[in-house]
């Protein structure tokens, strides 16, 4: 079981840091959580708003949605989580490694200029269809259903998101760096979620010596027994005196 802690977590100049971060670092600026998110899309099953099939039998109400999560984004600054998280980066440089499960972009307005974004990018679109070979774009436009999107290939242009039943991006550079790490740190994720539920598990896979893995959150993730240390905390308190370098 992780021990509470609320000591400076020690760096080595030999260690590597692998940085989970999810939706509760992003709450914390006024982001809703999915799962919770309220008002207009309450009403909305998970499955009508985030799966290939749900854009395929209503791409207009799909694009309502992250239109007005677009518009939501736009709102809201990062926090001293995110900022601290940049100051580590930029501190110990690649031998921090910051992958997050959020889709919006507070961790590069933060300052940090190398995050890994495992379920893709809010303000990014793409075609639906991968053999069209156009690359992903930087999109901030608010759709209206009367104006969707389309490729110039002819398909349809969807929001380039990591939708449920589909593969997280950039899976073998997670793998790696996973492999790599000595202290792994997840922030504000539930647990639940996989594969980055199994993350710290992984980490700790084929090492010679037991790795740190530490948690940062009010509270309990469903995979604690993961972790060595629990650091009990909104991100904004604990991380920016976490790392002591």
């Given at each position: 079981?992780?021990a509470?802690?609320?000591?400076?977590?020690?760096?080595?100049?030999?260690d590597?840091?692998?940085?989970?971060?999810?939706?509760?670092?992003s709450?914390?600026?006024?982001?809703?959580?999915f799962?919770?998110v309220?008002?207009?899309?309450?009403?909305?099953?998970?499955e009508?708003l985030?799966?290939?099939?749900?854009?395929?039998?209503d791409?207009a109400?799909?694009?309502r949605?992250y239109?007005?999560r677009r518009?939501?984004a736009?709102?809201?600054?990062?926090?001293a989580?995110?900022?601290?998280?940049?100051?580590?980066?930029?501190?110990l440089?690649?031998?921090?490694?910051?992958?997050?499960?959020?889709?919006?972009?507070l961790h590069?307005?933060a300052?940090?200029?190398?995050?890994l974004?495992?379920h893709?990018?809010?303000?990014?679109s793409?075609?639906?269809?991968?053999?069209?070979?156009t690359?992903?774009?930087?999109?901030?436009?608010?759709?209206?259903?009367?104006?969707?999107?389309?490729?110039?290939?002819?398909?349809?242009?969807?929001?380039?998101?990591?939708?449920?039943?589909?593969?997280?991006?950039?899976?073998?550079?997670?793998?790696?760096?996973?492999?790599?790490?000595?202290?792994?740190?997840s922030?504000?994720?539930?647990?639940?979620?996989?594969?980055?539920?199994?993350?710290?598990?992984?980490?700790?896979?084929?090492?010679?010596?037991k790795i740190?893995?530490?948690?940062?959150g009010?509270e309990?993730?469903a995979?604690?027994?993961?972790?060595?240390?629990?650091?009990?905390g909104k991100?904004?308190?604990?991380?920016?005196?976490l790392?002591?370098?």
């Amino acid at each position: 079981m992780a021990a509470q802690s609320n000591a400076p977590l020690l760096v080595a100049p030999s260690d590597n840091i692998f940085v989970l971060t999810g939706a509760g670092i992003s709450a914390e600026s006024g982001i809703p959580t999915f799962r919770g998110v309220n008002g207009l899309w309450e009403k909305y099953r998970i499955e009508e708003l985030a799966t290939p099939e749900a854009f395929d039998r209503d791409p207009a109400l799909v694009w309502r949605f992250y239109s007005w999560r677009r518009r939501v984004a736009k709102w809201c600054q990062p926090n001293a989580g995110h900022i601290a998280l940049a100051e580590a980066e930029n501190q110990l440089g690649e031998r921090v490694f910051i992958c997050t499960q959020n889709v919006d972009s507070l961790h590069e307005q933060a300052g940090a200029t190398r995050v890994l974004h495992m379920h893709g990018k809010l303000f990014e679109s793409r075609c639906e269809r991968r053999a069209c070979g156009t690359q992903p774009f930087a999109d901030q436009k608010e759709y209206e259903p009367d104006a969707l999107p389309s490729c110039e290939c002819g398909s349809r242009v969807r929001p380039n998101i990591c939708w449920f039943g589909e593969v997280p991006h950039h899976m073998d550079t997670v793998m790696q760096a996973l492999r790599r790490c000595s202290v792994f740190v997840s922030v504000g994720t539930s647990g639940v979620v996989e594969p980055a539920a199994s993350f710290a598990a992984f980490a700790q896979q084929g090492k010679s010596r037991k790795i740190r893995t530490v948690y940062v959150g009010p509270e309990e993730p469903a995979n604690l027994h993961l972790f060595t240390d629990f650091y009990s905390g909104k991100a904004t308190e604990v991380l920016p005196k976490l790392f002591a370098f």
